[in-house]
């Protein structure tokens, strides 16, 4: 099987704030070589780093805001966050657990610092991805999973750690989440010295970021903590080797290859639908929800 070599390692760049909970590295689109189509299905991650948030009585968060054509996926390494959306979804996420939130035909959502979290304050950091959808599915009904650790599929690789499998499929084991198209997305948690293989199609677009600590890939070149790893469009199989404890999310995809228009919340695939998607928010489709 033919390697799978490293396209680039991205430094973040500095950290801004998405409403007032969260202080993010946005590393899709903001890096010119990782913009929406070369990233295809991901459109969007924001990566809120280790941060202490001082504790507060009223909870942090993005207020009520809108999204039509893709999926919000919230992958929770320390805090709580809390969400709510105009379709009935909803729930509260800690350490290890995920929300996917499938916005398709349009809701309102906010999603915040758990209350008793913010209450006590501490240590927060959380990935969010956005998953595009097929033209066939974005005007599809919403949906919204909330996926517990507990119910993650665990690879044990012996004294090398783990992999956590939150979707797609690793040595066999298929993680919780329903997917529209074909995404893997785990959680490789290596002790210090320990090795994991990954294999993907050659087509999919493959990436990560080092959440904790720094690794190796393919026996050769270093990625620090915080940074995001991509992955060339050829070649199948890469290895990563933990330097010291580490926490890596790997996530791949198979390009959807359809037309992107994203404006603001919504990411369609024309103008004209992103002017539709404006009119029924301001017409009351996307139904209500309370700040």
């Given at each position: ?67 039509r ?32 939130m499938?916005a398709?035909s349009?809701v ?42 507990a119910?993650?599929?665990?690879v ?39 090795k ?30 915080d ?52 009119e ?9 929800l309370?700040?």
């Amino acid at each position: 099987m033919a390697t799978k070599h490293l396209e680039a390692i991205i430094q973040p760049r500095p950290a801004h704030y998405v409403g007032d909970g969260f202080r993010v590295h946005n590393f899709i689109p903001g890096f010119e070589r990782l913009n929406m189509q070369r990233m295809d299905p991901f459109i969007m991650l924001d990566y809120n780093s280790k941060y202490e948030f001082p504790a507060s009585t009223v909870p942090k968060g993005v207020g009520v805001h809108p999204h039509r054509g893709f999926e919000t996926v919230t992958i929770a390494y320390q805090g709580r966050v809390q969400h709510h959306d105009s379709s009935g979804g909803g729930g509260i996420i800690g350490q290890g657990d995920v929300q996917w939130m499938t916005a398709a035909s349009g809701v309102l959502h906010k999603e915040y610092h758990e209350k008793e979290w913010s209450e006590k304050g501490g240590i927060f950091q959380m990935v969010q991805l956005w998953v595009n959808l097929p033209a066939k599915d974005k005007m599809s009904q919403p949906k919204y999973q909330s996926i517990e650790n507990a119910s993650m599929k665990r690879v044990d690789l012996g004294e090398n750690g783990y992999v956590e499998v939150i979707a797609g499929e690793y040595n066999g084991e298929k993680g919780p989440a329903f997917t529209f198209t074909p995404v893997n997305m785990m959680n490789a948690k290596l002790k210090a010295g320990g090795k994991a293989t990954f294999s993907f199609p050659a087509h999919y677009t493959t990436a990560g970021i080092v959440i904790e600590g720094n690794i190796i890939v393919n026996g050769e070149k270093k990625v620090p903590t915080d940074y995001m790893l991509l992955f060339e469009n050829q070649g199948e199989e890469f290895v990563i080797e933990a330097e010291d404890d580490a926490v890596v999310l790997i996530f791949s995809g198979e390009p959807i290859k359809e037309p992107i228009f994203a404006y603001g919340p919504f990411v369609m695939n024309t103008r004209e639908e992103i002017i539709q998607a404006y009119e029924d928010f301001n017409n009351g489709k996307f139904g209500t929800l309370e700040e």
